[in-house]
Structures are given as structure tokens and as C-alpha cells.
């Protein structure tokens, strides 16, 4: 048997919490969630914030994948990441930016 532990190689806690480095992620310049489809009554909850939508209050954006995330929380979680919150499916594949 070994006595190796996985622990000694890698730290949890410090991966979840190092800030991402901006030249690691890969964005689009020219990407606007205003260009998202809009869905104007949805139940639910969105995924990044965990709260719930409120049907004719909350601007709800679609991406290609089908999840939908209040517009707010899904533009502050692209400028950081290129893919979906939920199933990281690449946003910037299949979406054709209109310039």
C-alpha cells in the first residue's frame, strides 16, 4: 500500500479562491449580453445568484445552451469566463456576434 496522499500534491482551498488571471481568459471584444435573447417571463431561479426571477421586474438573458440567468449576473460572470455558469458549454462558439 502507498503513502502517498493526494492531499500533499493539491490544495483545495487555494484553488477555489485564487482570483482568475485576466490574461487566462479568453473573451470575444466585440460580445454584448445585451445581444443575448431576451426571456421576459420565466420562473425559476438564476443559477449565479440563486435567487429567483420576478416575472416583469427581472431582465432575463438565454444563452445558446437554454439556461437563463438574470442579465446582471450572467454579464459580471462573462467578463470573467467564456462559457455557461451551468454546463460551461463555450458561449462564444455558438454565438454569432453582430458588429
Known sequence: MSTFSIDSCFDLDLA????????LVTKEPDFRVA?????????????????????GKDVAKRLACNHVYHE???????????????CRCSIFHHMKVVT
Open 35 to 55: 445581444e443575448l435573447p431576451t426571456v421576459s417571463s420565466i420562473g425559476g431561479v438564476c443559477m449565479i445568484c440563486m435567487e429567483e426571477f420576478n416575472r
Open 16 to 23: 477555489l479562491t485564487t482570483p482568475v488571471q485576466s490574461s
Open 72 to 86: 446582471t449576473c450572467v454579464s459580471t460572470w462573462l467578463s470573467q469566463n467564456n462559457s455557461c455558469p451551468l
